[in-house]
């Protein structure tokens, strides 16, 4: 036997899923010789690289995990008090392990197939509720990017309700935190909104010009102002106020919702989400009933099925105002759906009482050490306070002086121009931490240290001296969900019963085109929990983050190479974020040349919607070009648009391959046609997993494209985010790419479009974990593979669903859209294809996008062959019981189809007259018998949960006279 040496963990053999002789085999059944064959039918030879990809040679999983501790390790875990929106927490092992570190919570997508996703639906109504009772308001979204854009989205939907015809100003607090006046300020700027920043005790309210405001609460010094009157005053010059509030605080001081705000924004990372240097973090936006209808976001709400039991799903199917396209005021594509989980279920675990001890110790030992300071002669900042206090130093040496010597001691503060130093008191703060900095203060004051320890072994047992109006009376989370789970034991089986109602990666493929939704392996995933990576602040010293650098350099250059750009930004916190943020970067070229009216953006009719609202939001005028009936631009229409508006073309906005799941022959033509009329093409990189290896971006002309890190590379979903969505750009783009107003990102000019300079930082070591241990030659490999896959998938399932659009020789992409269109003569939709696949334990592709009435298919390359058959299987099962009705032998009505997903309980109820077995509906397959997944409700109606919108959790009282189970009556698919 001979033997060679080979190690047993490269990583390409476990993320691509065909090995070589199912290769061989699916090959066979495409019909070409070879993998080498089937991309040269595919991919056009002129778009092709001319070269492999030069990135380091690939890791095994043990070689990457021994190396990025070593990275990790530089980085300076200090105790953390610098504040700012942003505080150290401690996240219960019981959700850590059972939800952060869990696929099931971790791999599901959007919960766009409601029945299969109610263990998420539920725990996100729980966060709407937990958002709901803080801040005294009528309705939440589930959640928003992070605190910055959450305020953004504020002042777009003040906007958006103004009456005032001269809508110009917004007023915003100087206690603002910065990183949030910094987005406000980028939103703001393209829609000729002016930002009024001052005062909110001498603000002129009564310009006609101004329609809204907002104010910190606590303020970024730490104070506690009552609102009540700035508000009042503002509501009788017709102005709408907006309040950023601390969640943590909001537990002690009275709601601003009590205050008369109009909405509420503000981040829930407090709530047990790690620090991350900065994200992934849930925002929230908070507002009235009355503005139900313009919340941006996804909300979820509760309706019935049809059974008539409650059952939750997003409410007024999808809030995403980016189906309003051109007309929206919001690209909203991703909630932070695994972080809103985690604040969510952190206040199911500690319930109000638990979450006002944790408020009352915070506030208490920032009472010790104010004490401790005054007591060493130092005069606050602050006179209402709740975990916040600043101060100012007798001169900037003796500001340095506490600065080092704290340092030296593994301790951060905020440090502020002339002399001042603020505080930021958390979760995890102990009186020996307050000891540690009255110390250190009475060392570089010279004061006896011994002052400082006296004051920190003072009772605890204190008073509330706050003034009476601020003190919060209402109750909160009054619902049992959060007053039942409180034990540990407890906790862990609500969060499992959860899980075990949604469908994710950890069941089956889930194969959704334009999603992407391939693995995510647990080497990639094992460091983002680590310290090293959790938990510093976004705003520590840089010289403590060179781990971070390291991981921010490496990565940007892989992206450049991947992409052939010169520049990446790593600060988009989604896809949509990144679209924004390189339509900005577009803008601030021309107008950086004094071609200020280069406001014209071309967008193909099939394009998803978040393209043209991020071109409505940077104020360009959008202009629609023609798609053929093959599904391409029309290039005919493309060339007459860009002539008509060459003086003021700014950019073309294109998905490659085409959303259709085809390479266009001429996008390199189409490039150049928009090069020639002084325009920049913009790439949505949605489809790069198609790409990478085989072209690029700049290969094909583009000039900016953003990359969907949890699609391409990596990245969990997270049941709909967290997603990170950087941005590649030409070399003379490179100067306009996002800033930041706190830290110096690089020298770049662009206005901030997250709130912390590198976004969603923590996971940023997903990606890099991925490049690293695939190499290039691995990359090339996945990219072939998914369309290795979606052509087997094409080659098994088109004589029973005709594949609408392929290339030139008949291929694919990585993606397919599969005609269903012609089942609606015998009375069935998509929808009812989509919900029956449920009962044969899969999530269905993605339903009418982008053509109405179809499936779009992608496998991805993770997919074994045999995941594949056993999709194909349902597939041509599903075709068979739609030929039934065809042909008359099942009713129009009355059939499989018409009454999936089947649940547990209907088919075990003792009557049965439905026309076919109970067999036949729960167990179509032999892998549905053996790996059963049980939808946990029936099909949903969609328009009474529109017709009776509930998106919080239901009161007890409302249980009172229901029946537990209804049961069915077999009067058609309305039950």
Not at 7 to 17: K, S
Not at 275 to 286: D, Q
Not at 331 to 347: D, E, F, K, R
Request: charge should be negative; glycine fraction near 8%.
């Amino acid at each position: 036997m001979k033997l060679s040496f080979k190690p047993a963990d490269v990583f390409v053999d476990r993320h691509n899923g065909p090995d070589a002789a199912a290769v061989a085999e699916m090959l066979h059944t495409i019909g070409v010789e070879s993998v080498d064959q089937l991309i040269n039918e595919t991919v056009p030879a002129r778009i092709r690289l001319k070269h492999e990809l030069n990135l380091p040679a690939a890791l095994t999983e043990r070689q990457f995990l021994h190396r990025f501790k070593q990275i990790a390790g530089q980085n300076k875990v200090f105790r953390s008090f610098i504040g700012l929106g942003y505080h150290d927490t401690w996240l219960p092992p019981v959700i850590l392990r059972n939800i952060m570190e869990n696929p099931g919570w971790y791999t599901a997508y959007t919960p766009y197939q409601a029945e299969i996703a109610q263990g998420r639906l539920e725990a996100l109504i729980n966060y709407q509720t937990m958002v709901i009772d803080l801040t005294g308001l009528e309705i939440a979204n589930a959640s928003l990017l992070d605190e910055g854009t959450a305020a953004a989205e504020a002042l777009h939907m003040f906007h958006g309700l103004t009456k005032k015809k001269n809508a110009t100003k917004f007023f915003v607090s100087e206690q603002v935190l910065p990183q949030t006046i910094d987005v406000l300020r980028t939103r703001a700027t393209p829609l000729g909104i002016d930002l009024v920043v001052g005062d909110h005790r001498t603000a002129d309210l009564s310009d006609e010009a101004v329609f809204g405001a907002i104010v910190q609460y606590p303020a970024a010094d730490g104070e506690v102002f009552d609102y009540t009157d700035f508000i009042s005053q503002a509501h009788t010059n017709g102005i709408l106020v907006a309040v950023a509030a601390d969640l943590l605080a909001l537990t002690l001081l009275k709601a601003p919702g009590e205050m008369g705000a109009d909405a509420v924004v503000g981040n829930s990372q407090r709530f047990g989400v790690p620090l991350g240097y900065g994200g992934p973090h849930a925002g929230f936006l908070a507002t009235k009933d009355a503005y139900k209808r313009v919340i941006p976001g996804r909300i979820i709400g509760q309706s019935v099925d049809a059974t008539g039991n409650k059952a939750y799903r997003m409410a007024l199917q999808t809030r995403e105002q980016h189906i309003r396209r051109e007309k929206a005021t919001s690209n909203i594509c991703t909630a932070q759906v695994l972080l809103s989980v985690i604040a969510g279920m952190y206040a199911v675990y500690h319930g109000p009482e638990r979450l006002k001890q944790i408020a009352a110790n915070v506030h208490l030992l920032t009472r010790q050490l104010a004490a401790g300071l005054q007591e060493l002669g130092l005069t606050l900042n602050v006179e209402n306070y709740f975990d916040t206090i600043s101060l100012t130093l007798e001169s900037p040496e003796l500001q340095q002086a506490l600065k080092a010597e704290l340092e030296a001691q593994g301790i951060n503060l905020r440090y502020f121009a002339e002399a001042n130093v603020g505080i930021s008191l958390h979760e995890k703060a102990e009186a020996a931490d307050v000891a540690d900095i009255l110390r250190a203060f009475a060392k570089v004051l010279g004061k006896p240290a011994a002052t400082a320890a006296e004051v920190v072994e003072a009772p605890a047992d204190l008073e509330l001296t706050w003034p009476t109006e601020l003190i919060r009376t209402s109750e909160f989370l009054t619902h049992p969900v959060f007053n039942t789970h409180h034990a540990e034991h407890e906790l862990l089986r609500y969060m499992k019963q959860l899980e075990n109602k949604d469908l994710s990666l950890a069941h089956s493929m889930i194969s959704l085109g334009s999603c992407t939704m391939k693995l995510n392996a647990t080497a990639e995933m094992i460091p983002v929990t680590w310290p090293e990576i959790g938990q510093l602040h976004p705003f520590a010293p840089r010289e403590q983050a060179q781990g971070y650098a390291e991981i921010f350099r490496d990565l940007e250059a892989w992206l450049c190479e991947v992409t052939g750009f010169d520049a990446v930004s790593l600060q988009p916190n989604s896809g949509a974020q990144g679209e924004y943020a390189g339509l900005l970067v577009i803008k601030a070229y021309h107008e950086a040349r004094g071609d200020h009216h280069r406001n014209v953006a071309l967008i193909p009719a099939s394009a998803h919607g978040t393209n043209p609202a991020s071109a409505a939001m940077c104020g360009m005028n959008i202009v629609v070009v023609k798609s053929t009936e093959q599904g391409e631009i029309d290039l005919q229409d493309l060339k007459e648009k860009a002539e008509k508006h060459s003086a003021n073309l700014s950019c073309l906005m294109v998905t490659y391959p085409s959303t259709h799941g085809v390479y266009e022959e001429s996008i390199i033509d189409i490039c150049n046609l928009i090069h020639e009329h002084g325009g920049r093409v913009y790439m949505d990189g949605a489809n790069m997993n198609a790409q990478v290896g085989l072209t690029s971006p700049a290969n094909i002309g583009a000039d900016v494209c953003h990359l969907n890190l949890h699609k391409t590379f990596c990245i969990p979903h997270g049941g709909g985010g967290p997603g990170v969505g950087p941005i590649g750009v030409v070399k003379d783009l490179a100067p306009y790419l996002p800033g930041h107003v706190v830290v110096d990102a690089d020298g770049r000019s662009g206005g901030a479009v997250s709130a912390a300079p590198w976004g969603s930082a923590s996971i940023l070591p997903i990606s890099y974990a991925y490049i690293a241990m695939m190499g290039g030659e691995g990359l090339k490999a996945a990219t072939q593979t998914a369309i290795l896959n979606a052509n087997y998938l094409k080659a098994r399932l088109e004589e029973h669903y005709p594949v609408l659009y392929t290339g030139a020789q008949g291929r694919v992409a990585h993606e397919m859209i599969l005609e269903c269109r012609h089942f609606k003569k015998a009375g069935i939709e998509v929808e009812d294809i989509a919900k029956r696949l449920m009962d044969y334990g899969f999530h269905a592709p993605t339903v009418s996008f982008p053509v109405a009435g179809t499936l779009m298919v992608e496998p991805t390359e993770s997919e074994s062959k045999e995941e594949l058959d056993r999709f194909v299987e349902a597939m041509i099962k599903i075709r068979q019981e739609i030929r039934e009705v065809e042909e008359g032998r099942a009713d129009a009505k009355d059939n499989l189809l018409k009454h999936a997903p089947h649940t547990a309980a209907v088919l075990l109820h003792e009557e049965w007259t439905r026309p076919y077995s109970r067999e036949q509906a729960a167990y179509p397959t032999d892998f549905a018998r053996r790996y059963k997944f049980w939808p946990s409700v029936s099909r949903i109606d969609s328009a009474f949960g529109d017709r009776n919108l509930i998106c919080a959790c239901t009161p007890i009282e409302a249980y009172a006279d229901q029946e537990e189970h209804l049961v069915p009556t077999d009067k058609g698919p309305s039950y």
